[in-house]
């Protein structure tokens, strides 16, 4: 088993930024990658960002050019920096980690993009 918990989120303006972060804990040796989704009212969930264990990113391209995703394998945490935030990015964020066939869920932060 693997528990996620994220931090980090909260209100912020149009233009702004925020980094969430997830800590991983329990079997992380069987974690291959990790990432955030998001979902806003209404919508299904989406991937926001994707990191391997090796590095390797991939992003949804709403957010190209505008979120980084980062990951430290000694923490056990990944991160994701959110710039130029806009009402469009509202929505509960999940951190999540794939493990073998597995897929780990966080309880979700939310992110509130006013204008």
């Known amino acids: 088993q693997v528990q996620l918990v994220e931090s980090g989120g909260g209100l912020v303006q149009a233009g702004g930024s925020l980094r969430l972060s997830c800590a991983a804990s329990?079997?992380?040796?069987?974690?291959?990658?990790m990432g955030w989704y998001r979902q806003a009212p209404g919508r299904q969930r989406e991937l926001v960002a994707i990191?391997?264990?090796?590095?390797?990113?991939n992003y949804a391209d709403s957010v190209k050019g505008r979120f980084t995703i980062s990951r430290d394998n000694g923490a056990n945490t990944v991160y994701l920096q959110m710039n130029s935030l806009n009402p469009e990015d509202t929505a509960v964020y999940y951190c999540?980690?794939?493990?073998?066939?597995?897929?780990?869920w966080g309880q979700g932060t939310q992110v509130t993009v006013s204008t």
């Open positions: 990191i391997t264990r090796g590095g390797v990113s």
């Open positions: 329990g079997s992380i040796f069987s974690i291959n990658a």
């Open positions: 999540n980690a794939v493990g073998g066939w597995v897929n780990y």
